[in-house]
């Protein structure tokens, strides 16, 4: 075991490796956390995360970049947790274009739209970036996922605060319709939310107000 105190020593140290061999290294590592700290492995995520970055091993890679950056967001990190996600998406487009890939992205721009929003507000262009994209995933299976709400319902948060109304009432009866489909109260109550803010803002008072009415109701 050698130890490397100064950053400067560690960093020549580390040049002298091959790069084949340094991604081995780091795979090795990173099976031995995985082994070794099998009982407390959510506490070695970030460290997981570094290692299998610097390997070959793209998938779990993937996989541990996304759970560092929950953990992080769990922490209010969020900009540790947008490195992560952001990481993780980059990797994601070396891979193959596969079903699980796609879910993998979907999962990944979500996340990383609600870190945006923390960051930068909900009327940034990351945000409308990320939804946007997710949205794109969402429409790529013959069956709308589960997270399609959530994906319409950030787009919604974009658009209201750029006071691009029409779109953002659009995307509000979308959500409406989601919700009602799936009978699901507390979409529900989201969803006549946003159509008593959009409409309200529009000077339509008396559905605006309906809407309001039906989520208290809900709620």
């Known amino acids: 075991e050698y130890i490397f105190k100064h ?5 020549v140290a580390y040049g002298t490796v091959l790069q084949e061999q340094r991604k081995l290294l780091h795979e ?3 099976q031995a956390l995985e082994s070794v700290y099998a009982a407390t492995l959510p506490e070695h995520y970030s460290d997981l995360a570094h290692h299998y970055r610097r390997s070959a091993n793209t998938e779990k890679a993937i996989t541990y970049l996304h759970l560092a950056g929950q ?3 769990q922490r209010s990190a969020n900009t540790e947790a947008i490195t992560h996600l952001t990481t993780a998406l980059e990797l994601l487009q070396t891979l193959p274009d596969t079903p699980e890939r796609t879910q993998q992205e979907l999962a990944l721009q979500i996340g990383l739209g609600v870190l945006l929003i923390a960051t930068k507000g909900y009327g940034a262009p990351e945000v409308a970036k990320a939804y946007s994209r997710a949205r794109e995933l969402c429409q790529q299976g013959s069956e709308a996922p589960p997270q399609l709400f959530s ?3 950030g787009l ?3 658009y209201y605060t750029q006071a691009e109304l029409q779109t953002a009432h ?6 409406l ?5 799936r009978q699901d109260p507390a979409l529900l109550v989201e969803a006549h939310l946003q159509g008593g803010l959009t409409l309200y803002t529009l000077g339509e008072f008396i559905h605006a107000r309906e809407h309001l009415e ?3 109701t809900l709620y």
């Open 7 to 11: 950053a400067l020593t560690q960093e």
């Open 28 to 30: 090795r590592t990173g």
């Open 170 to 175: 659009e995307l509000g009866e979308q959500c």
């Open 71 to 73: 953990q992080a967001g």
């Open 177 to 181: 319709s989601l919700a009602q489909s």
């Open 214 to 216: 039906q989520g208290l």
């Open 156 to 158: 919604y948060g974009f």
């Open 151 to 153: 994906v319409l319902h």
